[in-house]
């Protein structure tokens, strides 16, 4: 059964740092998402993609963040410089439609 | 405000018995619905969704739901759990002038005990 993968699994990085973490959709999908889940809350979404650009994103989801599909295949979220409050897991999703599929996600611990 | 509800955090069942997760959401244009599970150190599973028609939906691992428009409610239900359910439960809402964003409750924990 196709599933979202994405890498790398745990990332440690520091203050200030700039990280990418990337995201294979499943392979027929047109939508892609990006959403966290801080450590005991909920699931919050960030942003969603269609057709090479945004198409709808958060108010957390400001000028640190930013998202790219660089080839057919990857999905990717990169924060230019991290803060302690992005320590979250995050997670993928891709949909062809309204029902969306979720990878294990990547969990960012920032020190 | 658009908003999901899950009004229990945590739920403790004995294997065997029937389980009811609480779901409740206020939205201003018609929603469709989602459960999803996630086990420990795992992702999100989509157990089952509600978009338009009947308003009882099966899901996986012998998971239903029953939409209530008048109750503004999708609780999620099992007539016999096992211990491999413990896990952490998410409803999950959008609405089609929303984009397809999700919005999803806090979650209720569900322990399973012998």
């Known amino acids: 059964e196709p599933e979202v993968t994405q890498t790398p699994s745990h990332q440690v990085t520091q203050m200030g740092q700039e990280v990418i973490l990337r995201c294979v959709p499943i392979s027929n999908h047109l939508y892609f998402y990006w959403y966290r889940q801080i450590l005991g809350q909920k699931v919050e979404f960030l942003v969603s993609f269609y057709n090479n650009e945004i198409s709808e994103k958060s108010e957390i989801f400001d000028d640190q963040f930013s998202v790219e599909r660089p080839d057919g295949s990857n999905f990717t979220l990169k924060i230019r410089s991290t803060k302690l409050e992005d320590s979250a897991m995050y997670f993928c999703?891709?949909?062809?439609?309204?029902?969306?599929?979720f990878g294990p996600g990547t969990r960012l611990t920032v020190t | 405000a658009q908003s999901v509800t899950q009004p229990d955090i945590h739920i403790t069942v004995s294997e065997g018995a029937s389980l009811e997760l609480r779901c409740n959401y206020s939205?201003?244009?018609?929603?469709?619905l989602f459960w999803y599970v996630q086990s420990p150190g795992q992702g999100l599973q989509l157990l089952l969704k509600?978009?338009?028609?009947?308003?009882l939906v099966q899901g996986i691992k012998g998971f239903e739901a029953e939409f209530k428009r008048s109750q503004s409610s999708f609780n999620l239900r099992k007539p016999s759990v096992h211990w491999s359910d413990a896990a952490e439960y998410f409803c999950a809402v959008g609405a089609q002038n929303s984009g397809y964003a999700l919005n999803f409750g806090k979650g209720t924990s569900l322990l399973v005990t012998p």
């Open positions: 939205y201003g244009a018609t929603p469709y």
């Open positions: 999703a891709s949909s062809t439609y309204y029902e969306q599929y």
């Open positions: 509600y978009f338009s028609g009947d308003t």
